[in-house]
């Protein structure tokens, strides 16, 4: 087999040529290319490889075994070489309306598609993204309507005792306004930071959408970074660190529930914002959800919106045994007692039927069920993915602040 080293140059070669050629009226290779029955075709040019793989969620899935367990990963498709050198696979089915990532393997060796520029990074990873319209990804899209603004910003935490970053997206109108707006607080999963939502959750595309359709009201959204131990996502903080699930390069002051009243003072010492509970919602997915969860409980009478995507029992979130989980189980279920006394509009708990912590959901709900809390249940198909994020806060986002 050639040297990897050898092709991923001439592939580099190869492709910036294509790029130059681009500049100067030549015809560059399209990938990936959507047709008109919504099938895709991928392309690739280099000629020196010898085995060429495109992998990504717009394929089936399939199962690996290892020491550990069985995991569910994206399957792969094999490219066919052409006579100029150009690797290419069309799907064989047209694709259901989605975002979808990819990535190409070059043989061995993992690389982006050059002749795509849209990519996103997930967790440690950088991926190839495109969006099939024509259904749900629509919302996904930058469309022709009135956009938002979205600011990154600094606020101090003296809880955490440092400055931290943010992520707020402001509804079409708002500088030129002088209304006050409700705030929905989203927050992310483990592998994430306040990058996230905004990146592979679409967010800002999602707001300006539903806000233009009439099906959303114009809101403040706030994106804080829920790690307590990193103030920033990588690349955005002093701290030389690399994005792991979890993970941080210090141990944590305080806990994210401790320290959000910090991030709420400076969402309405800044933002133009009504201040009472009707008009504030918090919701996220997996970690971003027991944060949620724990958030609203923490703060009783704070919240009359409350979201939980994906997200595994709240006393899963401290506990390193059974005692310790029934513990602050019997805890969390004394603060919802509190809860449902004080009240609240919404109590929304979504999940896919095939995540792994389907049954850690289903579980919750059952103690809810135990004190006559009272919530609304949305199962998906699907599992632990950004696809189902990104539809839960395409339907969640509607229901607050009617």
Sequence with gaps: MRNISTILIALFVVTSGVAQEALWGGQAIISPEINEDKS??????????????????FLPRKIIKSNTGEYDIPGTAVLVKNNKGVWEFTTPEPLTSE?????????????????????????????????????QADLYKVNDVPHGTVARRWYDSPTL????????????????????????YLLHGSGGD??????????????DNLIAQGKAIPMIVVMPNGHTQNPAAPGETHRDYHPAMGGGPREAVASMEDSFGDIIKFVESNYRVDKSKAKR??????????????????????????????????????SRNDEERSKYADEFLKKLQVQKQ???KLY???????????QGVIDSMKKMDEIGFSYTYRESDGGHIWKNWRIYLSEFAPMLFK
């Design 40 to 57: 895709v075709t991928f392309r690739l040019n280099a000629p020196l490889a010898e085995k060429v793989e495109v992998t990504g969620d």
């Design 99 to 135: 975002l979808y990532s990819y990535s190409f393997n070059v043989d061995g060796q993992r690389t982006l598609d050059p002749a795509n520029v849209f990519m996103i990074r997930d967790v440690a990873t950088v991926t190839s993204v495109f969006i099939v319209g024509g259904g």
């Design 161 to 184: 005792k440092e400055q931290r970053r943010i992520t707020i997206y402001t509804p079409p109108g708002y500088e030129n306004s002088k209304e006050t707006y409700p705030v929905f």
């Design 342 to 344: 004080n009240g609240y």
């Design 194 to 207: 306040e990058e996230a939502w905004i990146a592979l959750g679409r967010t800002a595309q999602i707001m």
């Design 281 to 318: 919602a918090v919701a996220g997915l997996s970690m971003g959800g027991m944060h949620s969860a724990a958030i609203s409980a923490q703060y009783p009478n704070t919240f009359d919106y409350i979201g939980i995507f994906s997200a595994p029992p709240i006393a899963s979130m401290r």
């Design 348 to 358: 929304w708990i979504a999940c896919g039927d095939t995540d792994f912590l389907y």
